[in-house]
């Protein structure tokens, strides 16, 4: 089922995001508002589509516009293993602290590439897995636990698809939502569901039913729950002819049970008019919702400079009562 639309206004310029390489350029945030004490955001550097410096880190801000590291080593997370990779954090906040899953992935060898041109099939990544670390205060992080896989051998079967941008949320359990994907240039990837108590051990996955407006290719997604027990879900989408390089719209969607979705026929973010900084492409986005508001930090590029700009709805969307769950009631 497709819903009417609830349209936002591009922002006029980038948030400055400081990061570990000094380019300032980030993507893929995730965010986390903890009562007064301020926002958390989980992002990676990003600097003109170099994957090399795609490891998740952390800022810290006290309305959400102004971010800063505050002693804060970054990235907090570095690959382990050698033609290891990163990227797509999400942070949540449970059980006094904070949990930051992203993907760790590889390249496939020269036989590895060589046999998937063969089968003209579009992933050239050898495996990607959900991996968490946790963290108490921001600073010191736990060692990497692998929690989910996908691909490895079974990378060479021309049905396999592989893991990006896990969303997770908790409300004293966790939830974890997923996509899976042929590659970059995938026509139909999937949505998967997953539960888990302690956000190591995860239940079977389980289909996600979503349909986007025609000619539209779902990518990457956040998903948050509100305190009146719906689901929301931001969706990066790219056209069929293009690639997920190409994202041009973000899509608002709503679900009951998180596995049934309706999405919003109108997009709720276009790309920015010609020469804005948001004016090539969108990307993988991040929200919340207090007091009935909807606040979005999304991600858009122009000329392969990638930046994190902030917008909100207008008016509220919800009861003022209603709230999302990354809005944490605790203090640091």
């Not at 505050?70 to 907090?76: A, G, L, Q």
């Not at 359990?173 to 569901?193: A, H, L, N």
């Not at 917008?311 to 709230?323: G, S, W």
């Amino acid at each position: 089922m497709v819903l009417s639309s609830i349209p936002l206004k591009n922002s006029p310029k980038p948030l400055h995001i400081p990061t570990f390489d000094g380019s300032g350029q980030a993507v893929h945030p995730d965010i986390v508002k903890i009562g007064d004490s301020g926002y958390v955001l989980a992002f990676t550097p990003y600097p003109y589509s170099s994957e090399l410096y795609e490891n998740p880190s952390i800022l810290v801000s006290r309305d959400g516009i102004s971010w800063s590291e505050d002693e804060i080593k970054n990235p907090v997370v570095r690959p382990k293993v050698s033609g290891e990779l990163t990227s797509d954090p999400d942070v949540v906040y449970a059980k006094n602290r904070f949990y930051l899953f992203y993907i760790s992935w590889k390249w496939g060898g020269k036989l590895f590439k060589k046999a998937r041109a063969l089968l003209k099939q579009y992933t050239k990544q050898y495996f990607a897995a959900v991996t968490l670390v946790t963290s108490t205060d921001l600073k010191k992080w736990s060692e990497p636990i692998q929690v989910l896989k996908s691909g490895g051998i079974s990378s060479f079967s021309p049905f396999t698809r592989l893991i990006v941008s896990p969303s997770v949320t908790w409300d004293g359990i966790f939830r974890m939502w997923y996509v899976k994907v042929f590659g970059c240039t995938d026509s139909s990837p999937r949505v998967y569901y997953r539960e888990s108590l302690n956000g190591v051990e995860w239940s079977r996955e389980k289909r996600v039913f979503i349909k986007l407006p025609e000619g539209e290719v779902l990518w990457h997604i956040d998903v948050e729950e509100l305190s009146d027990g719906r689901y929301l879900m931001v969706i990066a989408a790219y056209p069929e002819s293009a690639n997920c390089g190409k994202v041009k719209n973000l899509y608002l969607a709503v679900s009951s049970d998180g596995l049934n979705w309706r999405t919003y026929e109108k997009p709720l973010l276009v790309t920015g008019p010609e020469e804005s900084w948001d004016s090539d492409s969108l990307y993988r986005s991040t929200f919340i919702v207090e007091d009935g508001r909807l606040c979005l930090w999304y991600t858009g590029s122009r000329r392969k400079i990638w930046r994190i700009g902030y917008t909100h709805t207008e008016k509220p969307l919800f009861d003022e009562e209603v709230y999302s769950l990354n809005v944490v009631k605790a203090e640091l």
